[in-house]
Nanobody, 117 residues
């Protein structure tokens, strides 16, 4: 059974930082982060290759968010700096079939991030 579990969400003031974690029951997959704010569509945040060498980010978070991974722990991280109220959303991690293939094999349950002004 494939499992992904997000953690690390919470309440933070604008300009603050949070680090989200995604623990997987498997390794060697490219991973991605998404978010969904109330009343809005799901938004792509960023992705990371299986080795951790390659990353890619949405323009809305580029320069503020960083994705990394520790394959020994089967864990992917989303470091969020300079948070803004518009970053408030439920954040989800997902496993990609491959770096160049836009196909998601598994999703986590999500973790809430709330940024106050």
């Amino acid at each position: 059974q494939v499992q992904l579990v997000e953690s690390g969400g919470g309440l933070v003031q604008a300009g603050g930082s949070l680090r989200l974690s995604c623990a997987a029951s498997f390794s060697n997959y490219a991973m991605a982060w998404f978010r969904q704010a109330p009343g809005k569509e799901r938004e792509f945040v960023g992705r990371i290759s299986a080795s951790g060498t390659l990353t890619d980010y949405a323009d809305s978070v580029k320069g503020r968010f960083t994705i990394s991974r520790d394959n020994a722990k089967n864990t992917v991280y989303l470091q969020m700096n300079g948070l803004k109220p518009e970053d408030t959303a439920v954040y989800y991690c997902a496993a990609r079939r491959a770096w160049a293939v836009d196909d998601y094999l598994a999703w986590g349950q999500g973790t809430q991030v709330t940024v106050s002004s």
